[in-house]
C-alpha cells in the first residue's frame, strides 16, 4: 500500500499543477476556517462521492484558507489514520464503477476509534457541484456536464472537470462534532448507520438546497394531483353519479395540470440566467445584495416561500438570478396566466414558472387543482416565490396583500405538516423602471396596457438607457410555525389529510401578509435615486441650490442613521456630491450654472416620475416627518400635544406605509423622533422642557424643517379633504363609493391647481383604504340605508388641520366639497 502510495504522488503531484492552471471553484462561506470551532479537536472532511477532481479540488480550498491538508495523516484517540478525508458514497472497481454496499470504511473506523472514548472529531462535509458555480460564460456543451442528480461515472466527471473547471462551486458546511453523534454506550455498528444516515441527509439537504429537488417523478404529479381527496371531491360534485361526465371532468384536471403546472430543465434554467447576466450587465452598473446570509441559514432544512415587492416584471428574473448565483435553489415562480403568451410562456415555464388565472371565482374544480399543486410542490421541497401584492406597484407604495396564494400555502402546510415553511421578505429598489412611464400613465387615468408578445419587443429598445443599479435586501425570515403557534396553539390538531380550510385560517393569513409587507419595508434599500427624489420633491418647483441640496441630503442621511427604521435597512455609500453626480449621469437631474451657485432642478416630467421613487422610502421617515408637519404652520407645540397628533393620524400612517410599530408603541416613537430633530437643530426647547419651538424664520434649520414636514403634507391633505367632504355633506348622506369618487376627483382637481407632481396624490386606492380604515377606527359608521354616520368628533379632527395646512390650500379644499354638490358623481 505504501509502495502504491509512493508510485502515485508524482502522477498526484503532476495532476494538481494542472488543475491549479485549470480549475479554480468558488469557494463558501468566504472564511471556512471560521467554521472550526475547536483548536484542539482533530478534523476530518467528508465528500458525497469523491473522485480524483473533488479530491484537488479540496487540497486547492484548504491550501487557499489555511486549513489543514485533506491528504495529510492525523491522529484520533491514538490511533493514527493515513488521509484526513472520508467518501460517504465510494465506488468500487476500475472500469466499471459501482457504488460500494458497506459505506465507507475510513468512516467506520473512525467511529470505531471513537467508542468509549472522550477525544472529539470534527467532521466537515464538503460539497462540490461542477458546473453549479455562474461565474463564467457556458457554451450548450458544458450545460450538458453541469450539475444534476445523477451520479456522476469517470467519463461524465472527466468532461464535466475539463468543461466546469472554472465554473464550479466549493460549499464547506457547519461542522459535526462526531461525539455529538455517537453517544456513550452505543454500539458502533448502530452508531456507524447514524453518522453515515446524518451525512446523507445532509448531503441530500443540501443538493436540494442547490441544484434544487430531484425532478425524476415529474411525471406522474398529473397523476397525483388527480388521487388528492380535495380534486376528487370536486370531480364528484362536478360530475355527481354520471361516468361521462367524470371521464370528461378527470379529462379537465390533466388539462388544468398542464396549463398550471411548471416544466423545470435545468439546462433551459442555465441558458436563461446566462442571457440575464448578459441582460443585468448591459442595462445595470450592478446589483447590490445585502443579508444574503439569511436565506443560507434556512435553505437547508426548510421549505422558502420568498415573498418580494412587486416593481418590475424583472423581479422574479432578478431573484431566480441571485438565488442561482449564490448557489441556492432557483424557485418555482407563481406567475400570472397573461404572462403564458407564444414563445415566452413555455421558456417561463421550463426556468421554474407555473401559471395561476387572475381569478378562480366560480371554477371550484380549477381552484381545487391548483390547491392540489401547490401542495405537491411544497411537500416535495421545492422553494417557491409569489407577489403577495398580486400585481406591480405603479406608486411606489407597497399594495394591500392578497390572502389567495397565502391561505393556499398556509392550509397546505397545515393539513401536512412535512418540512417546515418560512417565508421570507424581500425588498427590490430600483434608479430606473423599463415599466415608469406606462405607471404613470396609467395612474393618470389611461387603460393599463396588456402583456404581450409585440409589447415585450417594443420595449427592447429600453435596453439601450442606463439603469443605474438595482438593490436587493432579505428581510427577516417569517417562521410559519412560531406564527401558528402565537396564533393558534392547537394547530396541529387541525393536521391530518382533510384540505377543508379551518376557520381561523383568515387570522393567520391576514397577519401572515401584514408581517410580509412589513418585513419588505423593514429591509428597504434608500438608493441615491430616491433619496434626490426625496429632497427635491419637497421643493415648490423641484429647483434648489447645488449647497442647499447637499445640506438636505446630509441631513436626510444623519437622520435615517440616527432614528433607524429597521437594522435591516440600507444607506447609499456615497456622499452627498457622489449622489447628486449619479443624478445627473442617470439624467434624473440637471445643472444650470450661476454665478452666485449651480442650481439643481428636475423636469416636469422627471418629477412624476420620481414621486415612485420617493415613495418607497416615504415610511423610512415618516413619523419625523410627521412632527417637523406639526410645525408648518404653527412656532411651537407641546410635547403632549405633538403626541396626540401622532397618534391622532398614525393608524392612517401605519395602513398606508405598512409601519412596524403597534398604536401602545406610538408615543414612544414620536418622543424619538422628537429627540432626534432637537439633536440635529431642528426644534428647540422652549422655557419649559416640554414646550418644543421651531427654529427662528429665515434661520437654514428653519428651511431644512419645513422641507422634512413636506413629505408628509401629501397625505394630510387627502386626510383633510376626506374630514372636510365628511363634515360639509353631514352625517348620514354619502355611501362609501360616492365618497370615495368624489375625493378621487377632489384631489385631481387640487393637483391640477396646484401643481402637485403626484398622479398617486389621487389614487382611488388611496382614499378607499382610508376610508375603510375610518370604519375600522368605528369613527364612521355604515347605517341600514348604507350610508356613513359620524359624530361631532370628525369636526375636531378637521380643526387639527389648521396645525399642518396653510389656508390658501384649506380654502381651496373647502370650496371643492360645496362644489362636489353640484356635480354628479
Not at 36 to 56: Q, R
Not at 57 to 77: I, T, V
Not at 393 to 416: E, F
Request: glycine residues 6%; charged residues 25%; proline residues 4%.
Amino acid at each position: 500500500m505504501n509502495i502504491a502510495r509512493f508510485m502515485f504522488r508524482p502522477l498526484y503531484w503532476l495532476a494538481g499543477k494542472l488543475f491549479a492552471v485549470w480549475a479554480r471553484p468558488a469557494i463558501q462561506p468566504e472564511s471556512p476556517a471560521e467554521l472550526i470551532t475547536s483548536d484542539s479537536a482533530a478534523v476530518c472532511y467528508v465528500l458525497e462521492t469523491g473522485g480524483l477532481a473533488d479530491l484537488l479540488a479540496l487540497e486547492r480550498a484548504c491550501a487557499r484558507h489555511g486549513l489543514p491538508s485533506p491528504n495529510e495523516s492525523f491522529e484520533f484517540c491514538g490511533e493514527r489514520f493515513s488521509r484526513r478525508f472520508v467518501v460517504l458514497r465510494p465506488s468500487r472497481g476500475f472500469i466499471f464503477r459501482r457504488p460500494s454496499t458497506t459505506g465507507s470504511i475510513l468512516l467506520r473506523s473512525l467511529v470505531d476509534a471513537a467508542e468509549n472514548n472522550s477525544e472529539d472529531l470534527l467532521l466537515i462535509p464538503v460539497a462540490i457541484y461542477w458546473g453549479r458555480s455562474p461565474d463564467k460564460e457556458r457554451s450548450l456543451l458544458k450545460l450538458l456536464f453541469a450539475e444534476n442528480w445523477d451520479v456522476a461515472g469517470r467519463t461524465r466527471k472527466f468532461f464535466a472537470t475539463v468543461l466546469h473547471g472554472r465554473n464550479t462551486l466549493l460549499r464547506f458546511s457547519h461542522v459535526l462534532a462526531l461525539s455529538s453523534i455517537v453517544q456513550s454506550g452505543l454500539e458502533s455498528r448502530i452508531a456507524f448507520r447514524k453518522v453515515s444516515r446524518i451525512l446523507r441527509v445532509h448531503f441530500r439537504q443540501r443538493r436540494a438546497a442547490t441544484v434544487g429537488p430531484d425532478l425524476s417523478h415529474r411525471r406522474t404529479m398529473s397523476r397525483q394531483i388527480l388521487l388528492a381527496p380535495g380534486v376528487r371531491r370536486a370531480i364528484a360534485a362536478e360530475a355527481g353519479d354520471d361516468p361521462e361526465k367524470r371521464e370528461a371532468a378527470e379529462r379537465k384536471v390533466h388539462e388544468y395540470v398542464q396549463e398550471i403546472a411548471a416544466d423545470i430543465s435545468y439546462p433551459t434554467i442555465r441558458v436563461i440566467l446566462r442571457f440575464l447576466r448578459w441582460l443585468w450587465n448591459r442595462i445595470y452598473d450592478g446589483i447590490e445584495l445585502t443579508h444574503i446570509e439569511r436565506l443560507r441559514d434556512v435553505a437547508k432544512e426548510k421549505v422558502i416561500v420568498y415573498a418580494p415587492c412587486h416593481r418590475s416584471h424583472f423581479d422574479y428574473l432578478l431573484l431566480s438570478y441571485i438565488c442561482y448565483e449564490e448557489g441556492l435553489q432557483v424557485p418555482h415562480i407563481a406567475a400570472g396566466i397573461n404572462l403564458n403568451m407564444p414563445f415566452v410562456g413555455p421558456i417561463l415555464r421550463r426556468g421554474g414558472a407555473f401559471f395561476l388565472r387572475r381569478s378562480f371565482k366560480g371554477n371550484r374544480l380549477y381552484a381545487t387543482v391548483f390547491d392540489a399543486y401547490l401542495y405537491q410542490i411544497l411537500a416535495r421541497g421545492y422553494s417557491i416565490e409569489y407577489f403577495v401584492e398580486g400585481g406591480r406597484s405603479r406608486t411606489g407604495r407597497l399594495l394591500r396583500p392578497k390572502g389567495g396564494l397565502l391561505a393556499m400555502t398556509v392550509n397546505s402546510y397545515v393539513q401536512d405538516p412535512k418540512r417546515p415553511i418560512v417565508f421570507v421578505p424581500i425588498y427590490f429598489g430600483y434608479e430606473k423602471l423599463i415599466e415608469g412611464g406606462s405607471f404613470i400613465s396609467e395612474l393618470g387615468g389611461a387603460e393599463k396596457q396588456k402583456e404581450s408578445l409585440f409589447g415585450l419587443i417594443r420595449s427592447v429598445k429600453s435596453l439601450r438607457e442606463n439603469f443605474g443599479r438595482v438593490y436587493v435586501n432579505i428581510g427577516e425570515p417569517i417562521e410559519l410555525d412560531a406564527l401558528l403557534d402565537n396564533i393558534r396553539p392547537d394547530w396541529r390538531q387541525s393536521s391530518g389529510g382533510d384540505s377543508e380550510r379551518p376557520a381561523w385560517l383568515n387570522e393567520v393569513v391576514d397577519r401572515l401578509g401584514r408581517d410580509i409587507m412589513r418585513g419588505v419595508n423593514s429591509a428597504a434599500a434608500v438608493t441615491p435615486i430616491s433619496l434626490l427624489a426625496y429632497v427635491l420633491l419637497a421643493t415648490p418647483r423641484q429647483k434648489i441650490g447645488a449647497e442647499e441640496l447637499k445640506s438636505q441630503l446630509q441631513l436626510s442621511l444623519e437622520l435615517l442613521g440616527q432614528f433607524r427604521f429597521s437594522d435591516s435597512m440600507t444607506l447609499p455609500d456615497m456622499n452627498t456630491e457622489e449622489i447628486i453626480a449619479h443624478g445627473e449621469k442617470l439624467d434624473v437631474i440637471s445643472r444650470t450654472t450661476h454665478p452666485m451657485g449651480d442650481v439643481i432642478h428636475m423636469t416636469e416630467s422627471t418629477a412624476v416620475l420620481m414621486t415612485y421613487f420617493r415613495n418607497n422610502i416615504l415610511h423610512l421617515l415618516a413619523v419625523p416627518a410627521s412632527v417637523a408637519c406639526c410645525f408648518i404652520q404653527g412656532r411651537q407645540l407641546e410635547h403632549a400635544e405633538l403626541q396626540r397628533l401622532i397618534r391622532l393620524i398614525y393608524p392612517f400612517m401605519q395602513k398606508e406605509l405598512f409601519l412596524q410599530w403597534d398604536d401602545d408603541e406610538v408615543d414612544d416613537v414620536t418622543t424619538t423622533a422628537i429627540e432626534t430633530l432637537v439633536d440635529h437643530g431642528l426644534l428647540m426647547r422652549g422655557k419649559r422642557k416640554s414646550l418644543l419651538e421651531r427654529p427662528p424664520d429665515g434661520s437654514a434649520q428653519a428651511y431644512q424643517l419645513m422641507m422634512l414636514g413636506q413629505a408628509m403634507v401629501p397625505m394630510l391633505q387627502r386626510f383633510y379633504l376626506v374630514i372636510a367632504i365628511l363634515v360639509q355633506h353631514g352625517s348620514g348622506t354619502l355611501s362609501r363609493v360616492r365618497l370615495e369618487r368624489m375625493c378621487e376627483l377632489s384631489a385631481e382637481r387640487l393637483s391640477m391647481i396646484y401643481g402637485l407632481h403626484s398622479p398617486d396624490f389621487f389614487n382611488k386606492t388611496l382614499f378607499h383604504d382610508f376610508i375603510r380604515k375610518l370604519q375600522e377606527q368605528e369613527v364612521l359608521r355604515r347605517n341600514g340605508n348604507g350610508l356613513l354616520d359620524f359624530d361631532e368628533d370628525v369636526v375636531g379632527i378637521g380643526a387639527d388641520a389648521r396645525l399642518v395646512l396653510g389656508e390658501e390650500i384649506r380654502h381651496s379644499i373647502l370650496s371643492l366639497a360645496v362644489a362636489e354638490d353640484q356635480v354628479n358623481v
